[in-house]
């Protein structure tokens, strides 16, 4: 049974271009929740998905924006980059329920801006 | 891989004595706390959790403790092994299915 997966593992891009990171949730999950995390900090909140709706969204610029597919499957979308987004951004997917917390990570998309 | 704990504080054991990693939340109304580890160039992995309504659970070598009246969370690893070197992190989360916040993390180093 596949995890998280997310793709590309790498990204380098120049300051101002457009990116898009993906992540297909482990199979059963239905909700997805993107994080960004700088060098030596914990996992800061972005938004999460459900139902192909953002659902919640974290202390972020509209610069980055969101996609779910029928499919659980998720897009992240970073436009006019800065040098400040360089970071590795995780993908957790999990099973929306009220009694439910269990997020499983992918292993992130490490993007660097220059 | 790339390194998560560049500038977090750091635990350094030895290998077989036991490591206490501490955590205050933030939030009051957080009904529901995690652990999680994470090793270099890969992403945050479940340990165990905790609910509110609970002060103490205990895994396999792991043992978490709850202090809501002073908003502080402990993992407890006993006997630890060379392969628990990662950078773990508490988190916290409100009502289910809501966004989890991560607290600052902790590095630990076991030495051989």
């Known amino acids: 049974d596949a995890g998280v997966t997310q793709s590309p593992t790498h990204l380098i891009k120049t300051r101002g271009q457009q990116v898009t990171l993906r992540c297909s949730p482990k199979s059963g999950h239905d909700t997805v929740s993107w994080y960004q995390q700088a060098l030596g900090q914990g996992p800061q909140f972005i938004f999460q998905?459900?139902?192909?709706?953002?659902?919640q969204r974290g202390n972020f610029p509209d610069r980055f924006s969101g996609h779910q597919f029928p499919n659980y499957s998720s897009e992240l979308n970073v436009n006019a980059l800065l040098l400040g987004d360089s970071a590795l951004y995780l993908c957790?997917?999990?099973?929306?329920?009220?009694?439910?917390?269990?997020?499983?990570f992918g292993s992130g998309t490490r993007l660097t801006v220059v | 891989g790339e390194s998560v704990g560049l500038h977090l504080p750091t635990l350094s054991v030895q290998e077989g004595d036991n490591s206490i990693i501490n955590c205050a939340y933030s939030n009051s109304a957080s009904d529901y706390f995690i652990w999680y580890k994470q090793e270099s160039g890969k992403g945050p992995q479940f340990i165990i959790d905790?609910?509110?309504?609970?002060d103490k659970r205990q895994g396999q070598r792991v043992t978490v403790l709850l202090n809501k009246t002073v908003k502080h969370l402990s993992l407890q690893i006993a006997a630890t092994q060379p392969g628990d070197s990662a950078v773990y992190f508490c988190?916290?989360?409100?009502?289910?299915?809501?966004?989890?916040?991560f607290g600052t993390g902790t590095k630990l180093q076991v030495i051989p």
């Open positions: 998905y459900y139902e192909e709706e953002e659902r």
């Open positions: 905790i609910r509110s309504n609970m």
């Open positions: 957790a997917s999990s099973l929306r329920d009220r009694n439910n917390y269990g997020y499983t």
């Open positions: 988190a916290e989360g409100v009502g289910g299915y809501q966004k989890v916040t």
